[in-house]
């Protein structure tokens, strides 16, 4: 036994168990790494967040340039190697599904968590406890919020409009929130089936039902499922270099941002039109990649030329006799989706046709017009037409656009034709058009407002402080930490504004403890003012999304102790 302990000493000494004990402060660095890495993150898009917020100019691997503001778009360009960074991006991400707003506000909430969770670790508190507080907060924080909602009912324009133009504030075309936010509005409420309105209501009663007689209510759910969304890919924004912003238009009907094909004569308007959408290509067959004909006699050649000609009036003439007088013919890789003969075939029989419409495309067109796409020519028949009163190619402020409208059996679609002075500026209004369409949105699926201006956060934090102090404990700690977090909406807002953020901090927490629970910043006369008055609305639904995602978020981070790379 004695001789056995010297041997065992110098193993103790140099061995793995040294190695395991140099190892024991590991956990602790790869957890401030992550944590470093996110908080440059949310340092990154925290100056572009508010009316005041600044834009960033981003350069693409392949040379565009892209001007944003647009916390989801910054992101999404950013180079971020750094596997903890890239969960904020994908966070931004998420958020931007869910409510399709916030983006930027998720991340800088999530940024300013990560720093609480930090000072915390530094006092030596374990992370799984701070981790299970702060969703415990995030909970209560939620509660708070929808406490403070306002509901809304969808035939509520007014409100749908103020809560929208919020959204467009923040944004480059800011100024043409008045043109933008109706048109936003119009066209979720399109989509929205008729009972919608009442869906809250009219779906809670089956289901309630269901379940006393001790069935899964499956159906009533569906339908209120069915009815508490809009499934935005019904929403097509079709963009086009030329005029302004002010330009921009919902149109009743569908917009085609090709161009009716004219260089053979053909025809460029057409009433009582009878529409096929066309997934072959008129043009004559080519024989497989592999194969080669030869030629050797002008007999044989003009015979080609002969057989090709047939082949294509035949084609022609099957078209005509189904009654059909527009053709939209999908875009092909391989080759022509329709040539020139063909062309010179069909402008003859005054048939309108409008080539090279993406893949994409198809099947929104297909469900606008209520046509059912055409895979060959043996199968073009009458039944797979389209009805139109008009199909029009129409000139605005040199932009050209094909425009179909009277269109019968139309589906439950929208098209929103997009104009502006050059790529950059018609970028960004989509993508502000898109982050208003997502604010409608969010009121269909949860149909509740709050106030905006970093008076929900404010309210939140002064509840969260209150509820600490009834908890013990660690958990205590946790809750005041979580509380002080929030706050950084209204300081960063009051940053971005060129104001000073501790004195309007201190003097929102002082109107929120009077009572005012709708005393926010007013950016544009740089003072805390009733928020409400200055119609600054947003969903519920952007605010609790963000506090949850970004609160599920920091806790992965916080779990997370080393980091393997796989071979």
Avoid: W
């Amino acid at each position: 036994m004695s001789a056995a302990a010297p041997a065992a000493a110098p193993l103790a000494r140099g061995g793995p168990s040294q190695n395991a004990f140099k190892n024991a402060d590991k956990p602790d660095e790869v957890r401030r790494s992550n944590l470093s890495a996110a908080k440059a993150v949310s340092d990154a898009v925290r100056t572009s967040l508010g009316p005041k917020g600044m834009d960033k100019m981003i350069q693409t691997s392949n040379g565009e340039v892209v001007i944003t503001n647009d916390g989801a778009t910054i992101l999404k360009h950013m180079a971020v190697m750094h596997p903890a960074a890239r969960m904020l991006v994908e966070l931004s991400q998420a958020q931007d599904v869910e409510a399709g707003d916030g983006t930027t506000s998720v991340v800088v909430v999530a940024g300013s968590l990560l720093g609480a969770a930090e000072k915390m670790l530094n006092k030596g508190i374990h992370p799984t406890i701070i981790a299970e507080s702060f969703q415990k907060a995030a909970t209560k924080a939620v509660e708070f919020l929808t406490d403070i909602s306002t509901p809304v009912e969808l035939n509520d324009r007014e409100s749908l409009l103020r809560a929208a133009s919020t959204s467009l504030n923040s944004k480059i075309v800011s100024q043409y929130s008045s043109v933008l936010a109706p048109i936003a509005v119009d066209a979720v409420t399109r989509l929205v089936t008729p009972g919608a309105q009442s869906s809250n209501k009219t779906a809670a009663a089956p289901a309630s039902a269901s379940t006393i007689d001790g069935a899964p209510p499956v159906r009533a759910s569906r339908s209120a499922d069915a009815q508490d969304n809009v499934d935005l890919r019904d929403i097509r924004i079709v963009k086009k270099v030329g005029g302004t912003i002010d330009d921009t238009e919902l149109v009743e009907g569908l917009v085609l941002a090709q161009n009716v094909v004219s260089g053979s004569g053909g025809p460029t308007r057409m009433e009582k039109a009878k529409i096929a959408v066309c997934q072959f290509q008129l043009s004559s067959p080519k024989p497989d990649m592999d194969n080669q004909i030869v030629v050797n006699d002008y007999r044989q050649m003009d015979k080609i030329l002969k057989e090709e000609r047939q082949y294509l009036l035949n084609m022609c003439k099957k078209i005509k006799k189904t009654g059909c007088n527009v053709l939209l013919i999908q875009k092909s890789i391989l080759r022509d989706a329709v040539n020139e003969l063909a062309l010179h075939f069909l402008a003859k029989l005054k048939i309108l046709v409008v080539k090279d419409v993406e893949r994409d495309e198809i099947e929104f067109v297909s469900k606008t017009l209520g046509a059912k796409p055409i895979a060959d020519i043996e199968a073009f028949t009458e039944d797979k037409l389209a009805s139109a009163e008009l199909i029009d190619e129409v000139q605005q402020n040199g932009a050209r656009v094909v425009k179909i409208t009277g269109i019968k059996n139309m589906g439950r679609t929208v098209s929103i034709l997009c104009t502006g002075a050059n790529s950059l500026v018609l970028e960004e209004s989509e993508r502000s058009l898109h982050d208003a369409l997502c604010v409608v949105r969010c009121l269909v699926k949860k149909k509740a407002l709050i106030a905006g201006g970093g008076a929900p956060e404010v309210h939140v934090s002064r509840l969260l402080a209150q509820h600490s102090q009834t908890l013990k404990g660690m958990e205590a700690y946790c809750f005041q930490a979580y509380a002080e977090a929030l706050e950084v909406i209204p300081t960063t807002l009051a940053e971005n504004a060129g104001l000073n953020p501790i004195s309007i901090v201190t003097e929102l927490r002082n109107r929120h403890a009077l009572g005012e629970r709708t005393a926010g910043i007013n950016v544009r006369k740089g003072q805390i003012t009733n928020i409400l008055e200055e119609n600054v609305l947003q969903p519920l639904l952007v605010n609790t999304s963000a506090i949850e995602l970004a609160t599920e978020t920091v806790a992965l981070l916080l779990r997370i102790d080393d980091y393997h790379l796989s071979r």
